[in-house]
């Protein structure tokens, strides 16, 4: 009875957090979480404000929790009136889309005839598609092989190649082979849908949130792929993604030099480096992050998909 | 199954009526190339000028510079002109990161620039040599000397032989153009700057002049609340200018053998002659002594306690723009560099400064002895290469003469008869320049700046002969200088004269062929990464100097330094042996 009794909750002890239903556990789990999301936000923040702050405010140092001396977009209006921006953020973008849409199309569909093991022959396709995972012929190799498509110095070098993802064609592949309930297929079989029919009318919707949270993926790996412009393109200035740009605004000089000159031919004082660097990497930046509210409500669920194998 | 049979059939079609047409289109270009090439063959063997040979594409690569301005590069005056000298049209081709890479990819897969460049590897020479993929240039141009006049003379040199026998074995055969390195006057590490109002404030503005007074300085300086020095090492690997500053005045290093030959080493004996000795000194008694006076320092706040972290020329520009520095070191022993960081940091960050608010230090002694710099004052830069993929390699190196010739040299640097041109300023040299992310008032143009003179220099082979040339380029900076500009060049040019001769030795030419080989090279790297591993831990107190010096010196030793000490002085003596005078 004693011990029942000391158990028993005190109205007079119970502090402010109990009363709103925390506990000790729970204080230390938010607090927690909160300064990791802080730990991971405030590098972006910090990127922003110091984007935004005057210079002679910025080189001061120090923690800088918001923009001192006021805010000034002037970094932005330098990099928006290089020519090679604007069109750099229009290939980036077309080239996403494009890249992004053919490459969910390609894997999507081929991961779903892999995972019909029961057709003679895809073992074979499936084990010569993973054996890439492990084995690249290396850059020489595809280097001659996009030469002879005729893709070297094209945009398409930057779209079709990477058409088949296989890291996810074999998320894909797993996740109609164990989570697509086979009822469905045999029903709309009988209900006389064809093959292609079955792939987008039944299998793809049931497979929505995969596919979302995929797509979001291979969207950002698009969006900051720059290797197959540096390595197959090279020269064409017309055809230099964003995230190109944003290499060289770190380590080419004479990008910079373009810009601030740019700036200065427009009557704006020369911007600093440093300053126009964290400019770029939030121009860079904000496109993606306008996919992610789209694709969040998908996002949680899609990853964690086909993790449990029943 | 039959409607997937029928469905894989189709896309077996369809794949190979794909593959049929890819292949028909590259098959086109491939003729047309042959057809074009064999054009250009017949012309030039005939033609007796640039203007009544065949009208050529030439694609001429260069790193660093930019492309992106298309228009403005169809106004550039200077490429217009070379385009109409050579009869030629140009393409540029630039890039930084993962240009090497795609330079030598496009060399393996038959689709290099015409004229593309490296930085003087030469086991990559000696291998594309070996596997066919570049032009035997000497060949072509002993062929037809009346043709290239200025390319004969500097092939037929005899130090040109020497390059070409220390990359292929043979002195007859060329395959590149040799780019060397030298600057107009010595430079050298190891002179710190100061701001002016704090010397003031924590010395009665008297300048150091010796190890320990810069030592005691930047410790009154840490007690002042400021930090005292930040010599250039953002990574803790880059040694050479603590080196310079602290280490070689008291007559050691605690550099690793990595770069030149030499460094990490100590000369004793006679220059040029048998008793000539390099001894490696990274891990000797004196270093450990000096190790010491730097984690006290780093203790006291003298030594910057960012370094490692702190980056080079943003954050440490930064911090000395804005006061909070006492000194700095990024060089400093050549002019040029103490008026550009005059620029930035110091008036990017006080637009009202003037040059007094800094102050150039001295060179430090000990024991009235200076550091020594060890140079040959040459060193190699980029190498030109025409791969054998190319349709002309005749009319490239008409270009290549052209550039060379003194009408090329001229209009390359703003120079008549190479005397400088004082009635086209930053206005005429804004077009040329500003397309390709200059624009900043130099009147030369940005391209085939490396060509010759790996410091991008002008070079008069009309009147000197190729290593007369390159070793002794001209430096027209100063005439487009602005006046802010000279008066810091000339400031700095005033106190480094004062011990320039005392720090600066020069080395006998043959050090520029010493050829390590690899095994001499991994054990360099496993030394600096020795190097790097136990001065940053001792510089900074996670590794105490005393317990871990003995592990130090072991690790060297296990390393192979003995090794590489017997490596480097015999490759020193066949050196001098095969080309000392």
Sequence with gaps: MKRNRSKKPSIGRRTMLGRLGFNFYDVFIYGFCILFALVCVYPMWYVFVASVTPYEEYIKGGLMLWPRGGVDFQYYIAIFSTKSFLNSLWISVSKTVLATVLSVLVTSTMAYAVSKTHVRGMKVINALVVFNLFFTGGLIPQYMLYQDLGLLRSYWVMVIPGALNITYFVIMRNYFTYSVPKELEEAARLDGCTDVGLFFRIVMPVSKAMVAAVTLFIAVINWNDYYNYMMFIGNKTELQPFAWILRRMLVDQSMMNTVRNGAASLGLQTPPPMALRMATIICAMVPILCVYPFLQKYFTSGITLGAVKE | MKKQKRMLAMCLAAAVAVSMAVSACSGDTASSATASGAASGTASGTAATNADRETVNIRFAQYGNSVDDVAGMENDPVKKAIEEAVNITLEYDTGTEGFDDRMQNELFTGGAADLFPTWGESEKISSWVEDGLVVNLSEIVNADPDRYPTLYKIFNSDEYKMYNELYTGDPDSAYAIYGISAYAEPSFSGVPVYNSAILEEVNGGKVPATVDEFIDYTEACAKAGYVGWWPRNDKLTNWQQIDMTIARPQGTTIMPPTGDAWNGFVLSGELGTDSEKWTLATVSDESKEVVRQLHEMYEAGALDSGIGVKSDFDDAYAEFGAGNLASADFGFGYPSQFKDFYNNPWLASNPDGQLSDLTLGTALTEDGNYAKTYSTGTWVGSHYFIPTSCENPDRVLDLVEFVASTEGQDLLHNTENYVYRDDQGADYWNAATAPYGYGDGRCKYVWFSYMF?????????????????????????????????????????????????????????????????????????????????YLSQMLGGQLDIDESWDDYVAAYEQDGAAELEQMVNDAIATARETYGE
């Design chain 2, 453 to 533: 003179s790996g410091t991008e220099y002008e070079v008069n082979f009309a009147d000197n002969d190729w290593w007369e040339a390159v070793s002794n380029p001209i430096d027209n900076s100063e005439h487009w200088a602005t006046e802010s500009d000279q008066a810091a060049i000339e400031y700095a040019r005033g106190v480094v004269s004062e011990f320039r001769d005392e720090v600066n030795v020069t080395l006998p030419t043959y050090y520029n062929m010493i050829s390590l080989s690899s095994d001499a090279e991994e054990i360099r790297t496993k030394l600096t990464n020795t190097t790097n591993e």
